[in-house]
């Protein structure tokens, strides 16, 4: 989408790609469930991976558990994409990443959307109920989250903090439904999950820097600044410190500890590359935490299987 001056908005839509090869009514409903771009299911889905395997349910539960999440994944990320586009519509029209949001730029309708939530809150409450009592109690109250997510940028600058909320409760769900029960490994991996998305969101967050200073949009992008490296130098240590702390809880094995090194090394690759003023490098740091969130399930894993 060109701007008035010919130059290129930053923007982080795919309408091309396997999306312009699904029917034209399809499509929209396609974008707003963000389906263009996975790597928002895989954040949300690898806190709860870590908890299905933190729990050690047996290998075949935990394949069936890591199958549902997988799925209830791509289900709820797309709900909560469709809930913050109805809170934002208004919004996402004057930045230049959101802008070609399909509300925001009236390819469908409030009622069609509702219509589509409707849908898929339908097919994640199926998933709920293949889980234990206490994995569906966790999953209700998380609703009061995801319903709750897009109103903090408009109360506190710490957005991105209830999105760790939001985003991280995988982590205590997975470890509920196979393991049964909430303890200290519970708590500390949730933190960890928080954490996490707490550091990674602000980086996505410095996309729209400039865009939410003008509308007046908070985040912890906007708030740190120029100090963000520090922040994040800080946020992304303590996960570390969550993560040990879990392995203890929980009894894992030696093999954990040296397992968790090439987290915190890429984490504070992260912190030393980061260029807030380069939105494509933000993207694409955004977009590494991917292979972070698999190497704490490989050494939660290891944790789990050697020693």
Known sequence: MPEQGGSPRHTDIRAGGWVARLPPAWRPYALLARLDRPIGVWLLFLPGLWGILLGAADPRASARLVVLFAVGSVVMRAAGCVVNDLWDRDIDR?????AGRPLAAGLLSTRQALAFLGLLLAIGLVILLQLGWLAQVLGVASLLL????????????????????????????????AAGRVDPAWVTLYLAAILWDLGFDTIYAHQDREDDAVIGVRSTARLFGRHTSTFLAVVFALMVVALVSTGVAAGLSGWYYPALLPVALLLARQVWV?????????????RGHREIGLLVAAAILIGRTLG
Do not use: E, N, S
């Open 274 to 286: 980061l260029d807030i003023h380069d939105p494509a490098r933000c993207l694409a740091l955004f």
């Open 94 to 98: 004057k930045v230049a990443r959101t």
């Open 146 to 177: 995801v319903g709750l997510y897009p109103l903090a940028k408009r109360v506190t600058w710490w957005p991105q903090l209830v999105m760790g909320f939001t985003f991280g409760y995988g982590a205590p769900m997975g470890y509920a439904a």
